[in-house]
């Protein structure tokens, strides 16, 4: 019985079998119609061809960077110190470079007015072409200061006062007022100025101040009363 069972039971599976055979049969089939297509003229012509075009795109792009870039093409950035606007124009283009110019509001006196006092980047730097390079102008001149009120003001505190707002004190003379070393007038070029007038940064200036004596007005005042 039970071999008759057996028998039945592989008698059903037949055709599940001569099935999974075949597809293998199949798959071998194609796998080998693939390898003679590997080893076949047309596959390699079409590699070939691929490998061409693959070539000559990266060969098209190093050199659309190289030139849109300027890949490994430095300047040296010259030296513009103390040249004029109108020059610093003309190395500039000279060197394949741009600019931009900065006021200055510090006047340099070791420096021609209206001349380069200082560039970014700095002299001998190595750049890209086109690379922008600024520039700081020195002005015409010192910028002008206030006059601090210091009239009636020591001596001492005046000085202190006028250097904080860049200024200085040439000299000293002295009339006859009673308050000894303090200020009543103040001079510029020989003229008298006054508090909240403007004046040149680093003017040197003359303090007017008082000796210490009795005025004679001062006297004759006393005297008729």
Sequence with gaps: MNCVFFNQLLGSSQPIVLAHFLYLCRQLWEM?????????????????????VTVVIVLLTLRWLNS???????????????????????GIEDAGLRYEVLDSANYNPDYPRFSIIEQDP?????????????????????????VPNIIQ?????????????????????Y????????????????????????LPKTSK????CGNGTIPDRAQIKADSN
């Design 32 to 52: 080998r119609n693939f390898f003679n297509f590997l080893r076949s003229r047309s596959f390699l012509i079409q590699l070939g061809l691929a490998l061409v």
């Design 68 to 90: 849109s870039t300027n890949h490994g093409e430095f300047v040296e950035v010259p030296d513009f110190a103390k040249m004029t606007v109108m020059d610093m124009r003309k």
């Design 122 to 146: 700095k002299a001998g730097s190595k750049v890209k072409e086109d690379r922008k390079v600024y520039f700081t102008v020195n002005p015409s001149g010192y910028k002008k200061v206030t």
């Design 153 to 173: 003001v020591t001596q001492r505190n005046a000085s202190s006062m006028l250097k904080a707002v860049g200024l200085d004190i040439q000299r000293v003379s």
């Design 175 to 198: 009339i006859d007022e009673l308050g000894k070393d303090m200020v009543y007038q103040i001079k510029f070029k020989g003229k008298y100025v006054k508090p909240g007038d403007k």
């Design 205 to 208: 200036i003359e303090l007017v």
